[in-house]
């Protein structure tokens, strides 16, 4: 899924749960289930060579920067600094940030490789743009309509 889904359910688990105990591991399992549902994602081509590195990194830092307009525009704006929805966002980030060395560098630390082969074994990505960012238009709106 792109950043934008995986954190705005983050944000959204922390605000609604409000202590790290409990929003933290539900913002890093979701987003495992959300891996799991077939989805389209910047790093979509990366292992059959029809992305190429450059590329996506150039669109991973437009979901970031879409991602943390999200945020803020939804919980932040007007309101003091809730260090919670950032963490949550974080942390419904946590799987991709540890497999980005990997993934745009080609080296991974050996105590990721378990971490990063349990990744692998959810996510389904989908070559199909409009099939794949469907069901993360879907957790956006429900997200916007429960908050």
Do not use: C
């Amino acid at each position: 899924m792109l950043s934008l889904a995986h954190a705005t359910t983050g944000a959204f688990v922390a605000a609604k749960l409000g202590h790290p105990l409990l929003y933290v591991p539900l913002a890093i399992g979701l987003h495992y289930l959300q891996d799991w549902i077939p989805h389209w994602d910047v790093g979509t081509g990366l292992s059959n060579g029809t992305r190429k590195k450059k590329t996506a990194v150039r669109l991973e830092f437009v979901d970031l920067a879409l991602t943390a307009g999200l945020i803020y525009l939804l919980w932040q704006q007007g309101q003091p600094l809730n260090y919670h929805i950032w963490i949550g966002a974080f942390a419904g980030l946590l799987p991709d940030f540890l497999e980005a060395p990997r993934n745009f560098l080609g080296w991974e630390p050996k105590f990721l490789k378990p971490i990063n082969n349990f990744h692998g074994k959810f996510h389904h990505s989908i070559p199909h743009m409009v099939y794949g960012l469907a069901p993360q238009v879907v957790v956006l709106i429900a997200i916007g309509l429960l908050r």
